[in-house]
């Protein structure tokens, strides 16, 4: 009896080979060697992520199919694993001191940041909705554990159990969407629902209902509005390091399946869709920065404008086209290094317990630690999209990408609410540098690790703001292997 | 024949499922949460998808809402305190929901579903496992990392120390 | 196949509304990871339904994988749930409100 085995192709999947293994090594090293190899875990977190950026770079410029069509490593693919394998980086290097003072240094952690990882890269690889949806779930299921990784802070656990639930209640709904789909498609490989449409005039009422719910789901996933209820809860109950990493990759990894879903499979322009998106774009823009302007909270500012941001990038996944998802790429990137580089800097001044995460606890930072105050001036100076930071140039090519396809009002609504964004970003810098009335204490936790991972994000952030043509054209070799 | 057991299976499904949104006490809950699963398996053995009845039955019925019953008696004392158990805004709830509900019934009604072209027989497990080896191969390791990642998860969250 | 392929379908939908229902209305984190199980399963089944119709295997092999996947997320949530009730004898979502809404 013989059996057709499709081609397989390893080599496709070499960057999720090589972090699962190392996660194996660290359970490993957890289980059987001797106690003090465990400060060493980080280090070989570490070199495995390194190990996953060479073969990032070694696959660039290669599309290959593999598991008979159900994953591909095209540039699309490679620039969101490079995005996670940053994401995962930064976050490793800010977690080591962080989980020693809050005493929750447990190896299991770095176990579950690389196997997350690896969720996010297969979702982004993936041309199956089976393996998509599987991906999500070992994404998902990760990061509800290290929701609520602090055991012992009832804020974490109520984040890990929020988390859970809207997490499940949108896989349902995504689950659903999948299975309509394919009663519709005859197939969940999203090559062949991309034939079967191109052919077809319009899509059956039953498959606009799959691809509604599927979208839902993303939708909850990604955070954008009205769907973001449980996000400024998650954010500001997990641990800070937990949060850094949650708003990086699992957001980069929600939009590339977006991507993938609207733009290879959907690509038909109907406009219900493109009129949808557009709509989802304005709330979310809106709402996230308006609510943002009333936290007091850093960590809770943060998360409604991690939301705004969301509504940014789907701006660029309107827009579409060639422009719009190199836009939504870059954006991505520049998010993920300003963003993790303002939460390094929460964790490096944080407390035990983090109780002094409010905007009065860093009243005249600037006086005692003026190189801490201007990294986090760097920081919020990107976010808020001021030149000649990452941040304005990602704004900057998101709206003219809008612009270009035709959408000027809403290029110019997501203008305005940069403009608003400028209000609560700058009070951080205001508060800092010119507060009458500075904090009584300032803590500082001197960490190796965590400063290199600040370098990093601030020189990233300012290169990507001085020089991104070289990354921007990277994005947009990075979306010709399937647009074209 | 199979149209009786359909009707029995549909009323047991829509029933139970009903106690479990509905009922006060979690235990109770939980119960009819079995006898829909298992309502459930047999609507897979009337479709002739023995091996999923079959795995429905293992997974659902004899880990996962036996783990749930664990979750119940770990959390609460079995006398049934009967507190409030509803949200305060099931109206709104329910007038969306149904209104979706009806608007797929109406999708699914409207739809006339083109029989298929191959004329095979019913998937059997061998096939199944044919399939997992070698097509699904992917989605089937991907499947274990999940396993892998649940296991070490809830051993974290859940070990005491 | 006598019973009509629509009627599986409908059967598979009332159930997944059953669910969303039961999560939108109920506190109880335990009943709320019921009603999940319950949305789960009307997609199963429409999946199932479907492969059989279309005499096509890989809506039967996706349900086998969402079946695991299902059992991996309960026992997850279910180890959370426990967690939650060890530091605050409650498993209510309402109760959970350190922080505001």
């Given at each position: 009896m013989?059996i057709p085995?499709?081609?397989?192709?390893i080599?496709?999947?070499?960057p999720?080979?090589?972090?699962?293994?190392?996660?194996?090594?660290i359970i490993f090293?957890?289980l059987?060697?001797?106690?003090?190899?465990?400060?060493?875990i980080?280090?070989?977190?570490f070199a495995?992520l390194?190990?996953?950026?060479?073969a990032?770079?070694?696959?660039?410029g290669?599309t290959i199919?593999a598991?008979?069509?159900?994953?591909t490593s095209?540039n699309?693919?490679l620039?969101?694993k490079f995005?996670?394998?940053?994401?995962?980086?930064?976050?490793?290097?800010?977690?080591?001191d962080?989980?020693?003072?809050e005493?929750?240094?447990?190896?299991?952690y770095f176990?579950?940041?690389l196997?997350s990882t690896?969720?996010m890269?297969?979702?982004a690889s993936?041309?199956?909705?089976?393996s998509?949806?599987?991906?999500?779930?070992?994404?998902s299921?990760?990061l509800?554990?290290?929701a609520?990784?602090?055991r012992?802070?009832?804020?974490s656990?109520e984040?890990?159990?929020?988390?859970?639930?809207?997490g499940?209640?949108a896989?349902?709904f995504l689950?659903?969407?999948?299975?309509l789909?394919?009663g519709n498609f005859?197939?969940t490989?999203?090559g062949?629902?991309?034939a079967l449409l191109s052919?077809q005039e319009s899509?059956?009422?039953?498959?606009l209902?799959g691809?509604v719910l599927v979208?839902?789901?993303?939708?909850?996933?990604v955070?954008f509005?009205p769907f973001h209820m449980?996000?400024?809860d998650?954010?500001?109950?997990?641990p800070?390091?937990?949060?850094?990493f949650?708003?990086?990759?699992?957001?980069?990894?929600?939009?590339a399946?977006?991507?993938?879903i609207?733009?290879?499979a959907f690509?038909?322009?109907?406009?219900?869709?493109?009129?949808?998106?557009?709509?989802?774009?304005?709330?979310?823009?809106?709402v996230?920065?308006?609510?943002?302007i009333?936290q007091?909270?850093l960590k809770?500012?943060?998360?409604?404008?991690?939301?705004?941001h969301?509504?940014?990038?789907?701006?660029?996944v309107?827009?579409?086209?060639?422009v719009g998802t190199?836009?939504?790429?870059f954006y991505l990137l520049?998010?993920?290094?300003m963003?993790?580089?303002?939460?390094?800097?929460?964790?490096?001044?944080?407390?035990?317990?983090?109780?002094?995460?409010?905007?009065?606890?860093y009243?005249?930072?600037?006086?005692k630690?003026p190189?801490?105050?201007l990294?986090?001036?760097l920081f919020m100076l990107?976010l808020?999209?001021i030149?000649?930071t990452a941040?304005f140039?990602?704004?900057f090519?998101v709206f003219?990408?809008?612009?270009?396809?035709?959408?000027?009002?809403?290029?110019?609504i997501?203008?305005?609410n940069?403009?608003?964004s400028?209000?609560?970003?700058?009070?951080?810098?205001?508060?800092?540098?010119?507060s009458a009335?500075?904090?009584e204490?300032?803590?500082?936790?001197?960490?190796v690790?965590a400063i290199i991972a600040?370098?990093?994000?601030?020189?990233?952030?300012?290169?990507l703001g001085?020089?991104?043509e070289?990354?921007?054209s990277?994005?947009k070799?990075?979306?010709f292997s399937?647009?074209? | 024949?199979f149209d009786?057991a359909f009707y029995i299976l549909a009323?047991?499904?829509?029933?139970?499922?009903?106690?479990?949104v509905t009922?006060?006490n979690?235990?109770h809950?939980?119960?009819?949460?079995?006898l829909c699963?298992f309502?459930i398996?047999?609507?897979?053995?009337?479709l002739?998808?023995e091996f999923?009845?079959?795995?429905?039955?293992l997974?659902?019925?004899g880990a996962?809402t036996?783990?749930?019953i664990?979750?119940?008696?770990?959390t609460?004392?079995?006398t049934?305190k009967?507190i409030?158990q509803v949200?305060?805004?099931?109206?709104?709830a329910l007038f969306i929901?149904s209104?979706?509900l009806v608007?797929t019934?109406?999708a699914l009604?409207?739809?006339t579903?083109?029989?298929?072209?191959s004329?095979?027989?019913s998937?059997?497990?061998?096939?199944l496992?044919r399939a997992?080896?070698?097509?699904?191969v992917?989605p089937?390791e991907?499947?274990s990392?999940?396993?892998?990642?649940?296991?070490?998860g809830a051993i974290?969250i859940s070990?005491g120390? | 196949?006598p019973v009509p392929l629509?009627?599986?379908l409908?059967?598979?939908?009332?159930?997944f509304t059953v669910?969303?229902?039961?999560?939108?209305v109920?506190?109880n984190?335990?009943?709320?990871?019921?009603s999940i199980e319950?949305?789960?399963?009307?997609a199963n089944?429409?999946l199932?339904?479907?492969s059989?119709?279309?005499q096509?295997?890989?809506?039967?092999v996706?349900?086998f994988?969402v079946?695991?996947?299902a059992?991996a997320?309960a026992?997850v949530?279910?180890?959370?749930i426990?967690?939650?009730f060890?530091?605050?004898?409650?498993?209510n979502v309402?109760?959970?409100?350190?922080?505001k809404?």
């Amino acid at each position: 009896m013989s059996i057709p085995i499709p081609s397989i192709n390893i080599g496709a999947i070499l960057p999720e080979i090589i972090l699962i293994a190392t996660a194996f090594v660290i359970i490993f090293v957890e289980l059987f060697a001797p106690k003090r190899w465990r400060l060493g875990i980080p280090i070989i977190c570490f070199a495995g992520l390194l190990a996953g950026f060479y073969a990032v770079g070694s696959l660039w410029g290669e599309t290959i199919f593999a598991f008979g069509e159900s994953v591909t490593s095209d540039n699309f693919a490679l620039f969101f694993k490079f995005i996670f394998l940053l994401g995962a980086l930064l976050v490793t290097l800010i977690s080591v001191d962080y989980l020693k003072r809050e005493g929750i240094y447990h190896a299991e952690y770095f176990f579950l940041i690389l196997l997350s990882t690896v969720g996010m890269m297969i979702m982004a690889s993936s041309l199956d909705l089976i393996s998509i949806f599987l991906g999500l779930e070992v994404m998902s299921i990760a990061l509800y554990v290290l929701a609520g990784f602090n055991r012992t802070d009832p804020r974490s656990n109520e984040a890990s159990l929020k988390y859970f639930l809207i997490g499940a209640f949108a896989s349902g709904f995504l689950l659903y969407g999948i299975a309509l789909l394919y009663g519709n498609f005859h197939t969940t490989n999203l090559g062949e629902i991309f034939a079967l449409l191109s052919g077809q005039e319009s899509l059956s009422i039953i498959g606009l209902i799959g691809i509604v719910l599927v979208l839902i789901g993303f939708f909850f996933k990604v955070a954008f509005v009205p769907f973001h209820m449980w996000v400024p809860d998650v954010y500001q109950g997990a641990p800070t390091s937990v949060t850094a990493f949650m708003s990086a990759g699992p957001k980069a990894a929600g939009f590339a399946v977006l991507l993938r879903i609207v733009i290879y499979a959907f690509n038909t322009s109907s406009p219900e869709f493109t009129n949808l998106l557009w709509i989802v774009a304005v709330v979310t823009m809106s709402v996230g920065n308006i609510v943002a302007i009333a936290q007091n909270n850093l960590k809770r500012m943060l998360a409604y404008s991690s939301i705004a941001h969301a509504g940014y990038v789907l701006v660029a996944v309107v827009a579409g086209g060639p422009v719009g998802t190199s836009a939504a790429m870059f954006y991505l990137l520049v998010y993920t290094l300003m963003n993790v580089g303002a939460f390094s800097i929460l964790i490096v001044f944080g407390k035990r317990g983090e109780d002094n995460l409010n905007f009065s606890d860093y009243a005249g930072l600037a006086s005692k630690y003026p190189l801490g105050a201007l990294a986090m001036t760097l920081f919020m100076l990107s976010l808020a999209g001021i030149p000649p930071t990452a941040g304005f140039v990602g704004k900057f090519y998101v709206f003219s990408a809008a612009v270009s396809q035709g959408y000027v009002t809403l290029a110019v609504i997501g203008v305005l609410n940069s403009l608003i964004s400028v209000y609560y970003y700058i009070r951080v810098v205001v508060v800092m540098y010119m507060s009458a009335k500075p904090a009584e204490k300032f803590y500082f936790t001197y960490s190796v690790p965590a400063i290199i991972a600040l370098i990093i994000a601030a020189w990233g952030t300012l290169q990507l703001g001085i020089l991104p043509e070289r990354w921007l054209s990277l994005a947009k070799d990075s979306i010709f292997s399937f647009l074209l | 024949m199979f149209d009786l057991a359909f009707y029995i299976l549909a009323v047991l499904i829509l029933g139970s499922a009903l106690m479990v949104v509905t009922l006060r006490n979690i235990f109770h809950c939980a119960l009819f949460l079995v006898l829909c699963m298992f309502s459930i398996a047999g609507i897979y053995i009337l479709l002739e998808a023995e091996f999923i009845a079959a795995v429905q039955v293992l997974i659902y019925v004899g880990a996962v809402t036996i783990l749930m019953i664990f979750a119940v008696m770990l959390t609460h004392q079995l006398t049934g305190k009967t507190i409030r158990q509803v949200n305060d805004q099931p109206i709104a709830a329910l007038f969306i929901i149904s209104s979706l509900l009806v608007l797929t019934l109406l999708a699914l009604s409207k739809t006339t579903w083109e029989v298929a072209s191959s004329s095979g027989v019913s998937p059997s497990a061998t096939e199944l496992g044919r399939a997992l080896m070698t097509v699904y191969v992917l989605p089937f390791e991907v499947v274990s990392v999940v396993l892998l990642v649940a296991l070490v998860g809830a051993i974290v969250i859940s070990r005491g120390d | 196949m006598p019973v009509p392929l629509g009627y599986y379908l409908g059967l598979a939908a009332i159930i997944f509304t059953v669910g969303v229902i039961g999560v939108l209305v109920r506190r109880n984190a335990i009943i709320i990871l019921m009603s999940i199980e319950l949305m789960l399963n009307g997609a199963n089944l429409t999946l199932v339904a479907f492969s059989v119709h279309l005499q096509e295997l890989s809506g039967q092999v996706f349900v086998f994988l969402v079946m695991t996947v299902a059992a991996a997320e309960a026992a997850v949530g279910l180890a959370i749930i426990v967690m939650i009730f060890r530091n605050r004898e409650s498993v209510n979502v309402d109760n959970l409100n350190i922080m505001k809404w």
